[in-house]
């Protein structure tokens, strides 16, 4: 194996500061076809971390995820990519390993999905989540599920039932279901449930009475400020007011993840808790087609075939449609280059996003192609994984069928950089070599 750093390469184009770093680039060819291992590669991410900042309203600001806790982060990201692996070496394909991923990252008392996910309003757990499989191009998706302690396996039986064809009379199978009406068809395909008492942690109870506390706080300070009109000393409360919030850290936002298997086939699966204090029935991209993720292989127009799991604000998310947008643009001849245009011209400068001047998101992506080896006894795909981000930090997590233990890394934007505004992204390559049958 062979790894080679690279010096983070700085751009500044305006009006917005851009900030495109190389970090690694990972050269690493397998050796299956001498050992007979199956192949595959997973590449996870453990959400962009958020805090809540109170300036008249909720406002989801950029995020950062702190050195005392970035040992979880990392290990969560780590079991999510053990977990995929797992799969892909007991010869499952990409859908099945992209869920087991995913099922890991809910499991994870410090993310904001599935168990201790985000509190709304009602001091309730709604989760959103999606996958997608790259052969067959199907989707399942859940929004505002509770009592459900794995949405995304709700998502994933979704999608296998349409795959079975049309229900009785002739009824097209449903892809996508919220609220109770995804919680009863859960049950009804025996998926138990998980009673929302039991999905919060002591860490997801406290953020939501503290989140209440300067909610409240708030809208008094608002109050006074339309009442008295006195606008000075209205905006020294509130700068007052946001200081505090902002140096209360928020749990992490979504997670998801993206895997190729020994066939060359792609699965994308991203899972939510969604905002902090969102008003309940609210659904985030991670359950809107296009936007949480996308998965798709190759084909007469497709040379690469892609996979993307985007996270942050997913208002901005689903305004934008990121996820789509990063594998249209993934066809391109420099992955890198394309992924860097597309965080900035379709995310950052999104005209649908002008009224907004901190943008924040991320997305892990991944593109494969098959390559040509000496042997003839030998197919191989050429994977290219990059992750980006807008928000202080991204942990993620990725790993190879060969290597012995996952990667993780927190990703941050570099010092003076302006979250919402400026971006990173960095990633590598890698090598997957696999003997035909």
Known sequence: ???????????????????????????????????????????????????????????????????SKAKEYKHACKRACQKAIEKLKSGALAIDAVTAALVELEDSPFTNAGMGSNLNLSGEIECDASIMEGKSLHFGAVGALGGIKNPVLVANRLLSE???GKLSAGRIPPCFLVGRGAHQWALDHG????????????????????????????????????????RRQSSENVSN??????????????????????????????????????????????????????????GNLNPYSTAVSTSGCGEHLVRTMLARECSIALQSEDAHHALLETMQNKFISSPFLASEDCVL???????????????QDIQAFLVEFLWSHTTESMCVGYMSAQDGKAKTHISRLPPGAVAGQSLAIEGGVCRLGSPIN
């Not at 008094?220 to 008295?228: A, D, G, L, S, Y």
């Not at 808790?273 to 292989?297: D, S, T, V």
């Open 191 to 230: 998926i138990p449930p998980c009673p929302s008492d039991k999905m919060a942690t002591k860490f997801s109870l406290s953020a939501y009475k503290r989140n209440k506390r300067k909610m409240e706080l708030a809208e008094k300070v608002e109050t006074e400020f339309i009442q008295t009109k006195r």
């Open 162 to 164: 349409a795959q079975k």
């Open 241 to 298: 007011l946001s200081t505090v919030a902002e140096n209360d850290s928020g749990s992490l936002d979504t997670v998801g993840a993206i895997v190729i298997d020994h066939e060359g086939n792609v699965a994308a699966a991203v899972s939510s808790g969604g905002l902090a204090m969102k008003h309940p029935g609210r659904i985030g991209q991670a359950a809107h087609y296009g936007c949480g993720c996308w998965a798709e292989n190759s």
């Open 361 to 375: 998101g991320g997305v892990i992506v991944l593109r494969c192609c098959r390559c040509t080896v000496e042997s």
């Open 1 to 67: 194996m062979e790894k080679r750093i690279d010096a983070p390469e700085v751009q500044q184009p305006p009006p917005f500061q851009s900030v495109a770093a190389s970090a690694e680039d990972k050269e690493c060819e397998t050796d299956t076809a001498k050992n007979g291992k199956a192949v595959g590669f997973v590449l996870v991410h453990a959400g962009n971390c958020i805090t809540i900042k109170q300036i008249f309203f909720i406002f989801l600001g950029a995020g950062y995820h702190s050195e």
